[in-house]
């Protein structure tokens, strides 16, 4: 099926060092939407993205939809603890059916 | 808020058995999912479905089936349990097909 690569599987950072995790798809997407799964918990909703170039902004969180809707970014600016947890990109189509990402799991050292 | 509830969040079952996972969702969703998460291989969808009886394939529906006789409920039925079934079992719910999804808690399945 079609894929989305995520990159890196994992992050180890130092609290207040930014963070960022890549998504890619070898066809166009429609839109990529993003969760955050905290650990022992489920997928949370975070932002969907639909346009070319879209950048949203949700406090120190950036997401960037690229230019030829293949690729997407998720960066955090100056990590905290509460981050910790797995990012996923999510594919979902009109037809219904979602394709996660593998997540980036993200660990703050305080 | 979206309520997303699973009927159990562990269940053990022996090799062979017949598993019935429930989910139940209170907004009017259309849309409702099943995945599965193991360790290094992410979430994996298992079936959706768009509307009551209805239901579609997803990237790993083999040993499973699905029912939805309701909106509000979906189930995901295990035939035969077998040990590579043991997992986490997430069901999830959207109002449209590619907007966001609200996930139940999961339910951790061993199957011994």
């Known amino acids: 099926g079609q894929q989305v690569m995520q990159i890196p599987q994992y992050q180890h950072v130092q609290e207040g060092e930014d963070f960022t995790t890549y998504c890619n798809s070898s066809?166009?997407?429609?839109?990529i939407q993003w969760y955050k799964q905290r650990p022992g918990g489920h997928p949370v909703f975070l932002i969907q993205?639909?346009?070319?170039?879209e950048v949203k902004k949700q406090k120190r969180l950036t997401f960037q939809f690229g230019e030829a809707k293949k690729n997407s970014s998720l960066h955090i600016t100056a990590t905290q603890t509460t981050d910790v947890g797995t990012y996923f990109c999510v594919r979902a189509t009109n037809a219904g059916k979602s394709t996660f990402g593998d997540g980036t799991t993200l660990t703050v050292k305080p | 808020d979206v309520k997303v509830t699973q009927s159990s969040r562990y269940l053990v079952k022996r090799t062979g058995e017949k598993v019935f996972l429930e989910c139940v969702q209170d907004?009017?969703?259309?849309?409702m999912f099943w995945y599965r998460q193991d360790p290094g291989l992410g979430l994996r969808l298992i079936y959706f479905?768009?509307?009551?009886?209805?239901?579609e394939k997803g990237d790993i529906p083999e040993g499973y089936s699905v029912s939805r006789e309701k909106k509000e409920r979906f189930s995901l039925i295990l035939e035969s349990a077998s040990t590579n079934q043991t997992s986490m079992y997430l069901c999830?719910?959207?109002?449209?097909?590619?907007?966001?999804?609200?996930f139940g808690p999961g339910t951790r399945l061993t199957v011994l």
């Open positions: 993205l639909v346009k070319s170039g």
């Open positions: 066809t166009t997407l429609s839109n």
């Open positions: 907004m009017d969703h259309e849309n």
């Open positions: 479905s768009y509307d009551v009886k209805m239901k």
């Open positions: 999830a719910s959207s109002p449209i097909r590619d907007s966001e999804q609200f």
